[in-house]
């Protein structure tokens, strides 16, 4: 039972990362830019090829946007609330060898959310005690997502589009010229925070700029004061007075703990990566 | 006492309008696209020979960003609580017979805000008996002001980048692909309105994709329901629950005005054409 090989690859939009396994262990692992928007259609086997060529032959299991209607073959969404068994269960195969795992779809009260990839690394922190069965799990980033797991399931999840406005306003607001300095968790991130928090972010997005001009705050804490705002907004927003478990890189794993405790809760950082490989793990010895 | 002609120029960024005016009324005018930034460094003197010979001789009087550090000269801000008569009396003279109108700054609790040009239309709204001396007043726009005017003084305010996120959103975000319908105060724009005021702007806007992925809402409503819930988040954050005296264009108002009778309050049209003719007056009569 999931004794033999087998490669797992999160292959996003625009970055992949694939690993080599072997009893729950990465033995082998590359990384690089080819995401699902740079394989031409029909180009998917060929990219397996590849892959198996640089990892050695193995099945396959691939997470993430290669599993939309953009990728290779649209492995659809399970419902909330979301188990790897029903990851494992709903698998698609769009070749020999190789399968491909669902997102996950949230509905409520009209609303929707949708993931593709993440899932895998919530679950994956929840099977290896990473985090509790009962929890808050945050994954900072362009979109951030929010899970709040049940019992060890996805039962409910929100998306913040925190990071992409971030990029946005930096490179086409009109306070982008004021965004040059170095985005750091000090006073003028913690100012933001305190400011996102109070639920007026485009008033407080336009004040930018007339900080600048009536000598209120340093146009170098600009970017760190709109990180904060926007940080601050989603945190109140989303992540109460209790525990959060971060999955995220270092520096924005930082500046999401800080806003947290700003706010009142507790952050505790999880590393992603383990809980991808703890992930995917589960749902290859579930097939096998 | 102000029987003399003079010419008033509401001279923008990228816009300007020049009238005529005569014991209070517009007697001519014209409208151009030479905005600030249309017009090259020592190119304003020039620019004020051919209003005159398109609008006759006449002292001008100039509003707007012409008094900018990015205008003609820095007409510096007057501070709130601020009324027509300081305004006058910080004008400046970049030549002969033209004088440039100050902008309005307000700084309470750290927190400040500018505006430059929009202080005629409240000012002269109120001298003009279009709003009552103690009233909420708003202009929507690319930048929205919102003004509490206290004794006929523009006493507080603050600006949302309401109108400039829904163009960046529109035209440079993820979701900006699904902002392709019309924009119309109907069931979309009121969706909009009711989760702008929830306070969850940054997941809101991240679900215009998984709602039409997920067939809860036709792509065509994206655009009216992201409009919603950027001007619900507005309106939420500023109107409360009792008149906003409002001058906008008539489409623009039109969502404004749904918006904040959604939201509990009550809405007003005034006439901005009318309210700026009648704060340039005064200004005009205040001088001569």
Sequence with gaps: MGQQDFIAVDWG???????????????D?????????????GGFEQEVARLREALGDAPMLLAGMVGSNRGWMDAGYVPTPATLEQLSAAMVAPMEGVRIIPGVRHVAEGRGDVMRGEEVQLLGAISAGLAPPDALLCQPGTHCKWAWMRDG??????TAMTGEMFALLRKHALIGQEMTGEVMPGDAFAEGVRDGARGDLLASLFG??????????????????????LIGADCAAHAGKGIVHLLADPALGALYACAIEQLGGRAERIDSHAAFIAGATRLWENLT
């Design 208 to 229: 930018v700029r007339p900080a600048s001009l009536l000598g209120l705050r340093a146009q170098a804490d600009a970017a760190a004061y709109v990180s904060g705002l």
């Design 13 to 27: 939009t625009t970055n992949r990362r694939a690993y080599r396994i072997r009893a729950g262990a990465v033995i």
């Design 153 to 158: 399931a996805i039962a409910r999840f929100v």
């Design 29 to 41: 692992s590359v990384q690089d830019a080819l995401g699902v928007t740079a394989v031409p259609a």
